[in-house]
């Protein structure tokens, strides 16, 4: 069993920047594969960044590539989130998995029913 919980989520103004963390009670935390998802009011969760178990592989969705960076510190069981340039758009819950099933491709690791484990989300506000 795996609990994950989410902090660092607030309100900020567009153009401003928030690090989100996720803290894992996972044993063997570097044998999981972390990710970042989003959900909107109204729409479908949705892909935003993962990072690989060993933690040589990260994947962005196109829409926070070069605005987004994930990352993981396995000696404290933690994952970021790395959020510079925000946009009202980014505006979310947004909620960390784990997994640790084999993947190597993007469309795996953005693929919300891969993870087994969610924690409860943290609220990003994005004023313009």
């Known amino acids: 069993q795996v609990e994950l919980v989410e902090s660092g989520g607030g309100l900020v103004q567009a153009g401003g920047s928030l690090r989100l963390s996720c803290a894992a009670s996972?044993?063997?935390?570097?044998?999981?594969?972390m990710g970042w998802f989003r959900r909107v009011p109204g729409k479908e969760r949705e892909f935003v960044a993962a990072?690989?178990?060993?933690?040589?592989?990260?994947y962005y969705d196109y829409s926070v590539k070069g605005r987004f960076t994930i990352s993981r510190d396995d000696a404290k069981n933690m994952v970021y989130l790395q959020m510079n340039s925000l946009k009202p758009e980014d505006t979310a819950i947004y909620y960390c998995?784990?997994?640790?099933?084999?993947?190597?491709?993007?469309?795996?690791?953005?693929?919300?029913?891969?993870?087994?484990?969610w924690g409860q989300g943290t609220q990003v506000t994005v004023s313009s």
């Open positions: 996972a044993r063997a935390f570097s044998s999981y594969h």
């Open positions: 998995a784990a997994d640790r099933d084999y993947c190597s491709r993007y469309d795996c690791y953005s693929d919300l029913n891969m993870y087994d484990y």
């Open positions: 990072i690989s178990w060993s933690g040589g592989s990260t």
